[in-house]
């Protein structure tokens, strides 16, 4: 059985009905609508945010559940999916998840009105079923996933990002949706606050250890879905780099920030600086920092009695950073 299989265990039935809630929550009464939004629910992914409100909310009850807790996973993934449509559009990206991209097939201009839909419907959810502590949880995301998009625009430009900064952006732009998730699926049962606010650090701690783990990707030698480098031709600064700046000499630094302004699109160019950073211990520092993240979520978990659900957040955690893709 698939890692993802086996977390799902003690949520398969919740997992179930949410697929039939979540398809209900995106009906219009316009035709090209329910076409297109028909299209992205069946090519959905491995639906990991749901599965986090899902399991927190469980774990935090001893079972418990509530129909609030169905209305936040929607609330997360409709607000998921519409970032997802719209970061096709900025990204001018044709694919995603292997499948043509919504702007692909329907152009730019129906795109962003799809994900401007989703996130109406997301946010009209919460409001029409007066779920306002739920609807603060993932506005604050979305606030903070524009700020670090916007931020990592900002410092790419002049390659100037330092290891605060990196932290700040993928903080914001990967992590706080995981966080969001996580708090959601607590307040959903009625958690008290401390316990929310808990659980949106947990949820924090793993978002940053998943993005550290897709940055680590681009220096892969295993097949693993998305070429290798493509961050540095991009030139994305990502942590590994970082350490590499801060820790060579002035001379191998003008080097590298040469190949990634002037030089990135130079295949062997980019092989050289790949090698470089992995000379350099930039991918053992990752790691290291990965695996902290990985610890400080793990011990959040250690405030709650054992339960399957607890055990599933635990190979969640695992299967975040051992992925292969």
Same mark, same amino acid.
């Given at each position: 059985?698939?890692?993802?299989?086996? &977390?799902?265990?003690?949520?398969?039935?919740?997992?179930?009905?949410?697929?039939?809630?979540? @398809?209900?929550?995106?009906?219009?009464?316009?035709?090209?609508? !329910?076409?297109?939004?028909?299209?992205?629910?069946?090519?959905?992914?491995?639906?990991?945010?749901?599965?986090?409100? +899902?399991?927190?909310?469980?774990?935090?009850?001893?079972?418990?559940?509530?129909?609030?807790?169905?209305?936040?996973?929607?609330? /997360?993934?409709?607000?998921?999916?519409?970032?997802? %449509?719209?970061?096709?559009?900025?990204?001018?990206?044709?694919?995603?998840?292997?499948?043509?991209? /919504? !702007?692909?097939?329907?152009?730019?201009?129906?795109?962003? =009105?799809?994900?401007? +839909?989703?996130?109406?419907?997301?946010?009209?959810?919460?409001? $029409?079923?007066?779920?306002?502590?739920?609807? @603060?949880? &993932?506005?604050?995301?979305?606030?903070?996933?524009?700020?670090?998009?916007?931020?990592?625009?900002?410092?790419?430009?002049?390659?100037?990002?330092?290891?605060?900064?990196?932290?700040?952006? &993928?903080? @914001?732009?990967?992590?706080? =949706?995981?966080?969001?998730?996580?708090?959601?699926?607590?307040?959903?049962?009625?958690?008290?606050?401390?316990?929310?606010?808990?659980?949106?650090?947990?949820?924090?701690?793993?978002?940053?250890?998943?993005?550290?783990?897709?940055?680590?990707?681009?220096?892969?030698?295993?097949?693993?879905?998305?070429?290798?480098?493509?961050?540095?031709?991009? *030139?994305?600064?990502?942590?590994?780099?970082?350490?590499?700046? !801060? !820790?060579?000499?002035?001379?191998?630094?003008?080097? =590298?920030?040469?190949?990634?302004?002037?030089?990135?699109? $130079?295949?062997?160019?980019?092989?050289? %600086?790949?090698?470089?950073?992995?000379?350099?211990?930039?991918? *053992?520092?990752?790691?290291?920092?990965?695996?902290?993240?990985?610890?400080?979520?793990?011990?959040?978990?250690?405030?709650?009695?054992?339960?399957?659900?607890?055990?599933?957040?635990?190979?969640?955690?695992?299967?975040? /950073?051992?992925?292969?893709?």
């Amino acid at each position: 059985m698939r890692p993802v299989e086996i &977390i799902k265990l003690p949520i398969k039935n919740e997992m179930e009905l949410f697929e039939e809630k979540f @398809k209900d929550s995106m009906l219009s009464k316009v035709p090209l609508l !329910n076409r297109i939004t028909y299209y992205i629910v069946r090519r959905k992914g491995k639906q990991m945010r749901p599965m986090f409100v +899902f399991l927190v909310a469980k774990m935090v009850s001893n079972g418990g559940f509530d129909e609030r807790t169905y209305r936040g996973a929607a609330v /997360v993934e409709l607000i998921h999916t519409a970032t997802l %449509v719209h970061d096709d559009v900025v990204d001018d990206s044709n694919r995603r998840r292997g499948f043509f991209s /919504v !702007n692909a097939l329907w152009k730019n201009k129906i795109a962003v =009105l799809v994900g401007d +839909f989703l996130l109406s419907k997301g946010l009209l959810l919460s409001i $029409d079923n007066e779920d306002f502590d739920l609807l @603060k949880l &993932i506005s604050i995301a979305v606030r903070e996933m524009s700020e670090g998009e916007l931020l990592q625009i900002e410092k790419a430009r002049k390659l100037d990002i330092t290891e605060d900064i990196y932290f700040d952006i &993928i903080r @914001k732009k990967t992590a706080t =949706l995981i966080a969001a998730c996580c708090g959601i699926g607590a307040a959903s049962v009625g958690a008290n606050q401390d316990c929310v606010r808990k659980m949106r650090k947990f949820g924090e701690y793993i978002g940053v250890a998943f993005q550290i783990k897709d940055d680590l990707f681009d220096y892969s030698d295993e097949k693993i879905g998305k070429p290798t480098g493509i961050d540095i031709k991009e *030139q994305k600064m990502t942590l590994p780099l970082i350490y590499t700046l !801060n !820790n060579c000499s002035k001379k191998e630094k003008s080097w =590298l920030i040469n190949s990634i302004k002037k030089h990135n699109k $130079d295949k062997k160019r980019v092989k050289e %600086v790949i090698a470089f950073v992995k000379d350099s211990g930039g991918i *053992q520092y990752t790691t290291t920092k990965m695996n902290d993240y990985k610890d400080k979520a793990l011990s959040i978990l250690e405030d709650f009695p054992e339960s399957e659900y607890k055990r599933s957040l635990k190979t969640m955690i695992d299967y975040v /950073v051992e992925r292969k893709i």
